[in-house]
């Protein structure tokens, strides 16, 4: 079983960073296609950006520009920079990993992951 652990949250003003790190422990992390999503009080947990084992990556719109997705296959490690942040991207994030990814597009949705990490939150003031 591969274990996610998540850290780097906190609270943050709008306007400031912050990096979300996700350690795996898997021998074979660098064959897996990761991504990071994200869930707001009372709604849908939400795509936010992945990163295939090539290095390709693929963000949500609303992130475009500000997030940036980053993996270290060295250290079993997925990150996540996040800069510009507003209040509305205030809520638990999650990083994920799919064994078998076949396409980028594919790593947008939750289904074919098979392995979440805990959760982390983020809180943006105003």
């Known amino acids: 079983q591969v274990q996610l652990v998540e850290s780097g949250g906190g609270l943050v003003q709008a306007g400031g960073s912050l990096r979300l790190s996700c350690a795996a422990s898997?021998?074979?992390?660098?064959?897996?296609?990761l991504g990071w999503f994200r869930q707001a009080p009372g709604k849908e947990r939400e795509f936010v950006a992945a990163?295939?084992?090539?290095?390709?990556?693929s963000y949500a719109d609303s992130v475009k520009g500000r997030f940036t997705i980053s993996r270290d296959n060295q250290k079993n490690a997925l990150y996540l920079q996040m800069k510009g942040l507003k209040p509305e991207d205030g809520a638990v994030y999650y990083c994920?990993?799919?064994?078998?990814?076949?396409?980028?597009?594919?790593?947008?949705?939750?289904?074919?992951?098979?392995?979440w990490g805990q959760g982390n939150q983020v809180t943006v003031s105003p």
């Open positions: 994920a990993a799919d064994r078998e990814p076949c396409y980028q597009y594919a790593l947008e949705y939750r289904e074919v992951y098979d392995y």
């Open positions: 898997s021998r074979t992390f660098s064959n897996y296609g």
């Open positions: 990163i295939m084992w090539s290095g390709t990556t």
